[in-house]
């Protein structure tokens, strides 16, 4: 159990365009899910934290209006890169969490999705 | 924000030696976890280490964690080809509530040659 999907898992999109990567918890409901991106040869950054039915909580320097989060069911989240540039290339992954028999929140992270900006 | 640095960042050994990985961080944690991910792929978590623990073990590895010097190691031992791969430490910030935040160390790749 605890499988989390992306989709897509690459995508090349043309500057200016928007696009938008699900995330989706197979088998379990996810309390919270993650949005990280990752450089190449660089560690993941988190970049937002979503709860279902309520906004997302953005760290620090990233930039809300760009990446759009919406966190619709216990199952599905999205993040929707708007106007995307070149500098928006990158690797980004999802994460779910679920509370395990301890109450601690272990987070299940999804293949990831390589968008590449034209 | 990143908060762990991780050392070596770049590790080559032979098919068979031990591995060591450290990591360190900057602020109270909730516990500290280490993952695992091959290249262009997702993350796998390989084992969590509470706060108040000091060494656990999971098959070939060993974790340690000082939360006085606010560090911790992972050794792989009797290391294999497969083991290859990037390794991340992330720790759970305490104070970040019950939702499992996890900030990630900068990684340490492994290149283990048979």
């Known amino acids: 159990g605890a499988v989390v999907s992306q989709h897509p898992s690459r995508v090349i999109c043309k500057s200016g365009t928007s696009v938008k990567i699900e995330c989706r918890s197979l088998d379990f409901q996810a309390t919270t899910m993650f949005w990280y991106r990752q450089f190449p040869k660089q560690s993941l950054m988190l970049m937002a934290t979503s709860n279902e039915g309520s906004k997302a909580t953005y760290e620090q320097g990233v930039e809300k209006d760009k990446f759009l989060i919406n966190h619709a069911s216990l199952t599905l989240s999205t993040l929707t890169v708007t106007s995307a540039h070149p500098e928006d290339s990158s690797f980004y992954i999802c994460?779910?969490?679920?509370?395990?028999?301890?109450?601690?929140?272990?987070?299940?992270f999804g293949p990831g999705t390589r968008l590449t900006v034209l | 924000s990143q908060q762990g640095e991780e050392d070596p960042q770049a590790l080559s050994i032979q098919e068979g030696e031990n591995a060591t990985m450290n990591c360190s961080y900057k602020?109270?944690?909730?516990?500290l976890q280490w993952y695992r991910q091959n290249s262009g792929r997702g993350l796998v978590h390989l084992i969590l280490i509470r706060s108040n623990e000091r060494e656990k073990h999971s098959g070939r590895l060993r974790v340690t964690l000082d939360t006085s010097k606010k560090s911790s190691s992972l050794l792989i031992t009797a290391s294999r080809a497969a083991d290859t791969a990037s390794y991340f430490c992330a720790t759970v910030p305490l104070g970040s509530g019950n939702t499992g935040k996890l900030i990630f160390g900068q990684g340490t790749t492994l290149q283990v040659k048979p």
């Open positions: 994460s779910a969490s679920r509370p395990d028999l301890a109450g601690f929140n272990e987070q299940f």
């Open positions: 602020t109270s944690i909730n516990n």
